[in-house]
T-cell receptor, first 112, second 116 residues
Framework: AQTVTQSQPEMSVQEAETVTLSCTYDTSESDYYLFWYKQPPSRQMILVIRQEAYKQQNATENRFSVNFQKAAKSFSLKISDSQLGDAAMYFCAYSVHNDMRFGAGTRLTVKP | DTGVSQDPRHKITKRGQNVTFRCDPI?????LYWYRQTLGQGPEFLTYFQNEAQLEKSRLLSDRFSAERPKGSFSTLEIQRTEQGDSAMYLC??????????????FGSGTRLTVV
């Protein structure tokens, strides 16, 4: 069974600083996709970034980047130049054959 | 297209009553998913459709739960004889079928169910 583990229930970062959210997953598949989703309070889930397992290059989307370590089954999210609007729950997700499973989430607080 | 729409946004019901939620996916998306999210947890997979066919159901989906997607467009999720443990946010998402892996899901805003 696929499992996704986010070991940090809560994280805090100072505005304009950098923070890294951790995610590990367990799978026997070799070809899969990984995602980070953001869920602001009382708002819908938004896709932040995605990584294809067969690509070695780490994905980057503006201030968001990932560190994908396939052998270690690790997929961390780095947020640079944190902004107040980044405050949200962040969910790591794993998908294979269009079947997506989520971790329990990390609540990110951004301090002004 | 305004994205994935869910109705209602909030539902309060008495234990034992039946409730039905609706999801309208993005029109070009042929896959539709239902998830349940309890407070402080990530979404848990319930079921998904490809067009009108229900392809997978989680063991979380007890006999009191039923989902339909007639004509491969909108979907409904019905919970019969609701229990307090059914209180949660019910999320709908849609996606295109891609050849490899997943194209990423577009989520609706969810329906928050409270069973009293």
């Amino acid at each position: 069974a696929q499992t996704v583990t986010q070991s940090q229930p809560e994280m805090s970062v100072q505005e304009a600083e950098t923070v890294t959210l951790s995610c590990t997953y367990d799978t026997s598949e070799s070809d899969y996709y990984l995602f980070w989703y953001k869920q602001p309070p009382s708002r819908q889930m938004i896709l932040v970034i995605r990584q294809e397992a067969y690509k070695q290059q780490n994905a980057t989307e503006n201030r968001f980047s990932v560190n994908f370590q396939k052998a270690a089954k690790s997929f961390s999210l780095k947020i640079s130049d944190s902004q107040l609007g980044d405050a949200a729950m962040y969910f790591c997700a794993y998908s294979v054959h269009n079947d997506m499973r989520f971790g329990a989430g990390t609540r990110l607080t951004v301090k002004p | 297209d305004t994205g994935v729409s869910q109705d209602p946004r909030h539902k309060i019901t008495k234990r034992g009553q039946n409730v039905t939620f609706r999801c309208d996916p993005i029109s070009e998306h042929n896959r539709l998913y239902w998830y349940r999210q309890t407070l402080g947890q990530g979404p848990e997979f319930l079921t998904y459709f490809q067009n009108e066919a229900q392809l997978e159901k989680s063991r979380l989906l007890s006999d009191r739960f039923s989902a339909e997607r007639p004509k491969g467009s909108f979907s409904t999720l019905e919970i019969q004889r609701t229990e307090q443990g059914d209180s949660a946010m019910y999320l709908c998402a849609s996606s295109e079928v891609v050849t490899r892996g997943a194209g990423g899901y577009t989520f609706g805003s969810g329906t928050r169910l409270t069973v009293v």
